[in-house]
């Protein structure tokens, strides 16, 4: 009786020092998957952005040439057709273009401050004005690309805005009206400037909420939270949730105009100045129409 | 100058020190003295507004509090709205404030002798009795400490608030919110003044907390 | 009389116990590690035996069979802990008075507190803080924090180890003396033979066997040591 009790101690004793190995290393164990997870992510990402070149690359192995690197910094709003339409001019000209996107303004100020890039593409004129002004553009590159509509958006179920634009002060249903803060950012301005010229921007403040940038607004409307929110038709666009309830017309504020251009230090200048003249062609013209932007520069 | 955001500042993070108080102390308690599954779980959820990116915080807070929220619709029905109003900055506030107080709280519980509470106990003092004469009076200290840091972590609260509260002017804009505008639009004066508020402020609260820990004599 | 038979799951083994002693002293010695702390917990209330029962003059403290478990406080069981676990936010006089203020039973006929004081000679120490005081004094706080409730039992954990040899010495008489006077019985753990020989009416031996199973086996009246 006595022995069997040893084995039983003996095999019970085995189990819990393989659980007490696991539960001792457990900490290392998940270290190491975290590790994993986090390489393969950005491994993932990495071959996202990049994708179409190494490819490609691999397909011209004849030419033997490594793809050079374009750096573009561009304006949040053009982030989805950009990497849209990134593979087939990385695979036409053997480049690979690495994409900063953020605030015009806070690329301004990283541009100023002398991160290394080639090309910029603002949602504002300010921004480009401010840096041609500081000697930072090489000269004759710049161009506006593309134009934007300003609208209001609303849930999809709403049935508002039937009376213009004063019908975000006059229509009681529509409690609360999201715009981006006019300070901080070009979208915001330009609905301060559209409100202003409407005659409602007094009789809106109780009303107003005021975003961090437009994807936030569009997220507000889509929930539900705001009944109404003045943001980039391309950015509308996007949204399957909120629907365009008025185009608001573009004498109610400045153009909205997206200028680019090569930046001083720019490293590849024949590729920047190549891209600018790849966007105006007929493919990549069609796309930023589906995506809700106007082009300028039709050939 | 408009000091609006000062107040306000002041008013939000004073209310959301307050409930993080109360429920950072109730969840220390029942973390060390009641035993159930899952502690590790609730201890994570606790901590993970410190690793969160403020972003990622805002966005679960709006859909948590937001029109079709579970909790906003419960709050709606009573009157209450939360998403782009002062609330929305308290609980910003406390959701980044709760971690701090929780372990200052924790580490000072753990930190009492448990064979004074034994001894407590062998002396006829029931649980309640023992928390309130001997755990609490040797444990005060980390509260002080918590609810400092709390504060202070309220002051900078920034961009959980900033997607949640709608940046208000004089309603929700607090001091960092305030900065952001104003440094943004250019009006680098008005933002400078209230940073130097802000920092002025954290800071001597931290100083204030480290001296007052160094030079404490509780009991001779 | 206290009557116990319990098994306890230690890390490593299990340790059995068998005591029954009326008013005296027992002491168990062993070395550290053994499990003499944890048959004091256990009798004590603070930790649970994995089976057996402990009573205590008629009352059943603890009973695996029956499923009684009493709570520590509800046992009349003094405590002296190793390091004295004196409240360090109170004075002297308030740490003795405590289980007289928070008691959930108060004891039948508590003790004056400036008998006890007087008694464990340091009614002159009454408004001084723990920090201030030496060894000795420590553990005559300690003493009389737990007798000044009269309790049926005193559990002694190592309470002269922190004592320098002449204390020590004074204080083992002292300990005799007391114990005599309260007539209570008095379980001390120590791993000291001498104080064992010196102290004990009755010994106990906490040993581990080679087949890890320790034994503390005492009846009343058993070996006179010393």
Known sequence: MKRNSLLRGKRAYKKGCIRAAVQSHATTILMLLFVLLVAAATGCSAAQSSGGADAESKTQAAAQQEPSTLRIMSAASLKDVLQHLAPDFEAGENARIIFNFASSGDLQVQIEQGAPADLFISAGKKQVDTLEQKGLLQAGTRVDLLANDLVVIVPEENRAMAGGIEDLVRNAQIEKVAICIPEASPAGKYAQEALVTAGIWSDIQPKLVMAKDVRQIVTYVETGNVDAGLVYRSDANVSTAARIALVIPAEFHSPIVYPAAVLKNAGSTALAARFIEYLAEEEPSQAFKEYGFKVLREQ | ?220 | MLHLNIAIGLEYFTLRAEIVIGNEILVLLGPSGCGKTTILKCIAGLERPAQGFIRLNERTLFSSIDAIDIKTRFRRIGFVFQDYALFPHLTVGENVSYGLIHNRIPADRPVDIEEILETLKIDHLRDRYIKQLSGGEKQRVALARTLILRPELLLLDEPLSALDSDTRREVQSELKELQRQWDIPFILVTHDREEAARLGDASAQVSIDDRLHGFVHIKQGASRVG
């Open chain 2, 1 to 220: 100058m408009d000091l609006n955001p000062v107040w306000l500042s002041i008013k939000v993070s004073l209310i959301a020190v307050s409930i993080v108080f109360v429920i950072g102390t109730l969840l220390a308690v029942l973390m060390l003295r009641a035993s159930f599954q899952g502690k590790s779980i609730l201890e994570s959820l606790i901590l993970v507004p410190l690793v969160l990116p403020p972003s990622v915080a805002g966005f679960l807070l709006l859909i948590l509090f937001g029109k079709h929220g579970p909790f906003g619709r419960v709050l709606d029905m009573v009157g209450i709205q939360v998403i782009f109003s002062w609330r929305a900055a308290v609980i910003a506030s406390a959701v980044v404030a709760l971690p701090l107080m929780y372990q200052s709280v924790k580490a000072a519980l753990e930190s009492v002798d448990p064979k004074l509470e034994q001894a407590a106990r062998t002396l006829g003092a029931g649980e309640l009795t023992l928390l309130r004469t001997v755990t609490l009076p040797l444990a005060w200290p980390g509260f002080i400490s918590g609810a400092v840091l709390a504060f202070a972590r309220s002051l900078g609260e920034f961009g959980a608030t900033l997607m949640i509260s709608g940046n208000i002017p004089g309603e929700t804009q607090t001091i960092p919110l305030a900065i952001y505008t104003m440094s943004q639009g250019g009006d680098l004066k008005a933002a400078g003044v209230l940073v130097a508020i802000l920092l002025a402020t954290s800071f001597s609260l931290v100083l204030s907390l480290n001296i007052w820990k160094k030079r404490s004599v509780l009991w001779p």
